[in-house]
Nanobody, 123 residues
Framework: VQLVESGGGLAQPGGSLRLSCAAS????????MAWFRQAPGKEREFVAA????????YYTDSVRGRFTISRDNAKNTLYLQMNSLKPEDTALYYCAKSKMSRSYYQVDDYDYWGQGTQVTVSS
């Protein structure tokens, strides 16, 4: 299993970034996927998740309405569109593959992780 994130960088407050996660080594279309983030000195936290079909999405309250998770099963790729960025969104963002548990919000619900892509929001 390999998950490779890209698309991070520096953005101004109010700006946008689009993260991508290229997946390989497993049947991508069979698994829920998620984005987590970790700021310096903080625990890794749930950002968003999407079911295997893309039909249902989940968000943490702080990003709902600003971020959109999506997937392209034909391209084995997961996305996170981030709009109206805030300085508090600054973190290392990880994509993760679900263990196929019935929960989506905990680190332990996922068994494989990418290396992360840095998002910095600053003027």
């Amino acid at each position: 299993v390999q998950l490779v994130e890209s698309g991070g960088g520096l953005a101004q407050p109010g700006g946008s970034l689009r993260l991508s996660c290229a997946a390989s080594g497993f049947t991508f279309s069979s698994y829920a996927m998620a984005w987590f983030r970790q700021a310096p000195g903080k625990e890794r936290e749930f950002v968003a998740a999407i079911t295997w079909s893309g039909g249902i999405t989940y968000y943490t309250d702080s990003v709902r309405g600003r971020f959109t998770i999506s997937r392209d099963n034909a391209k084995n790729t997961l996305y996170l569109q981030m709009n109206s960025l805030k300085p508090e969104d600054t973190a290392l963002y990880y994509c993760a593959k679900s263990k196929m548990s019935r929960s989506y919000y905990q680190v332990d619900d996922y068994d494989y992780w990418g290396q992360g892509t840095q998002v910095t929001v600053s003027s």
